[in-house]
């Protein structure tokens, strides 16, 4: 995923777009660990839904200083909402 514009940032875009992908791999039964680059700047963004700090810090080109975040899923219950925190569930 780029780094949005501004105008862009704080609306839940990119939460929802983690969360669709997370919900189809469920649904697909392909759930697996899943890694991701991320600016140092953006590290909470994925720490929120759920990710761990995977990596010491690195430079990583034109994005920056950056670090490997990695997200384990677990197996959900019937309803339940990946990245929503525990007893989350679709009513």
């Known amino acids: ?24 791999l469920q649904e697909f039964n392909q759930v697996r660990p899943i890694w991701s680059n991320a600016r140092v700047s953006s590290a909470r963004f994925y720490r929120d839904l759920g990710w761990r700090e995977a990596s010491e810090q690195f430079e990583n080109g ?3 200083l950056s670090v490997m975040m990695l997200r384990k ?3 959900l219950a019937a309803g339940q909402v990946p990245g929503a925190g525990a007893g989350s569930c679709v009513q």
Do not use: S, Y
């Open 73 to 75: 899923e677990k197996t």
């Open 1 to 24: 995923m780029r780094n949005p514009g501004p105008g862009w940032r704080n609306q839940g875009i990119g939460t929802g777009l983690i969360q669709h992908l997370l919900e189809d």
């Open 62 to 64: 034109n994005a920056g």
